[in-house]
Nanobody
Framework: QVQLVVSGGGLVQPGGSLRLSCAAS????????MGWFRQAPGKEREGVIC????????YYANSVKGRFTVSRDNAKNTIYLQMNNVKPEDTAVYYC??????????????????WGQGTQVTVSS
């Protein structure tokens, strides 16, 4: 059974850091595209950082470039989202997902069929 379990959300002050984890089971995550997405209240779900399963290329949303990074621990079958210098506009529910998105749509939420349960990240002082 393919499953993604997300953890690590919480309340963080502006300028602070937070690391989210996405543990995969039932498949080997480095064979598939993996993505971090978020959805703020009243907004559509958006791609934050996505990694191609075919060539390892990575997409970063402009809003997080230079602040967020993604890493992978193949031994633990887990990917991480490191969030630095967070801003109030980063407040959202964060999800990880996996699939085989078509070329050119690496970080389009509609290309992903397997999702973790989401974790709330709130940036506030």
């Amino acid at each position: 059974q393919v499953q993604l379990v997300v953890s690590g959300g919480g309340l963080v002050q502006p300028g602070g850091s937070l690391r989210l984890s996405c543990a995969a089971s039932g498949f080997t995550l480095d064979y598939y595209a993996m993505g971090w997405f978020r959805q703020a209240p009243g907004k559509e779900r958006e791609g934050v950082i996505c990694i191609s399963g075919s060539d390892g290329s990575t997409y970063y949303a402009n809003s997080v470039k230079g602040r967020f990074t993604v890493s992978r621990d193949n031994a633990k079958n887990t990917i991480y989202l490191q969030m630095n210098n967070v801003k109030p506009e980063d407040t959202a529910v964060y999800y990880c997902a996996t699939d085989w998105p078509v070329l050119g749509r690496l970080c389009a939420p509609t290309e992903y069929g397997t999702w973790g349960q989401g974790t709330q990240v709130t940036v506030s002082s």
